[in-house]
């Protein structure tokens, strides 16, 4: 089993699964793409990179991770991640302390294209305090979303907000999305699940979900990862333009695209605190 140099297991880890996507309205449209993800504990990077024959902390790796694909556009590591993190928490009056673990796309042969990532924010005793859901059009722009994070007694964390940012150009700004979250706990072979359902005024819209499961973080895990898919977030943007084609062809007009937030992080339902 992979892990620090004291014996114990990386928390972070991969985990190889399937996206799907069922637009219901004001056309039906299906698409699903097999795919692996990163979970990244942002406190082990620097190991991750040492121990890692096939992983790179920014530099070229068969796979990598680069800290300034993540947080807001033009900060320019200023700031590590995890105090970034950290520093939307106060703002938003949460508590936190504990570890940042980021589930992401990785680089693949250096390059790399997130629609969504999700920070999972915890506090010292290890408990959930919030997530970020840090979206990416492909028009340049990114935009999170910090909503505070309570798993119920299933397991599960369930969140609402208003759209805020231009993602699809065949998708209203006027809608709103409900995530329903199965956390990563780090724990062999676990499901991992993401559940978006996107909402008007008349009703659900779209439905999306990540389904996945855990594999240990290991050269080897990487290199079968890889053979399987190994254009895979080159296939994520084709994908992306492809889908938009078919939408274009049923007869989904465009929709035009408004300024992004002046704020790159909307912090929702918490009390934010004004420095």
């Not at 993540?70 to 009056?93: I, T, Y």
Request: overall charge positive; glycine content about 10%.
């Amino acid at each position: 089993m992979a892990g620090l140099p004291n014996g114990a297991p990386f928390a972070s880890g991969l985990y190889p699964g399937v996206v799907t996507h069922h637009r219901v309205r004001p056309v039906r449209h299906r698409l699903s793409y097999r795919v692996f993800s990163l979970l990244v504990d942002l406190d082990e990077l620097p190991r991750l990179d040492r121990a890692l024959r096939l992983f790179g902390h920014d530099r070229f790796g068969l796979i990598g991770f680069r800290d300034r694909d993540f947080g807001p556009l033009g900060e320019g590591g200023a700031l590590s991640l995890k105090a970034w993190a950290e520093g939307q928490l106060a703002r938003a009056g949460i508590a936190a302390g504990g570890p940042v673990r980021l589930l992401c796309f990785p680089r693949v042969l250096g390059f790399a294209f997130n629609p969504l990532c999700v920070w999972f924010c915890h506090r010292p005793d290890g408990g959930l305090a919030a997530t970020i859901h840090e979206v990416t059009n492909t028009f340049g722009q990114r935009h999170a979303y910090l909503i505070p994070a309570e798993p119920g007694a299933d397991g599960l964390v369930r969140q609402r907000c208003d759209k805020r940012f231009y993602v699809s150009p065949f998708m209203d700004m006027d809608t709103a999305y409900h995530f329903r979250i199965r956390p990563p706990a780090g724990v062999a072979d676990e499901p991992l699940a993401l559940a978006i359902r996107q909402t008007d005024a008349a009703g659900p819209v779209l439905h999306a979900a990540l389904t996945a499961r855990r594999m240990e973080l290991t050269d080897g895990a990487i290199l079968r990862a890889w053979a399987r898919h190994p254009l895979m977030t080159a296939k994520v943007v084709a994908g992306i333009h492809w889908e938009a084609l078919h939408l274009w062809r049923k007869g989904m007009g465009i929709r035009p695209r408004p300024p992004a937030p002046d704020e790159p992080v909307t912090i929702v339902g918490a009390t934010p605190t004004h420095n």
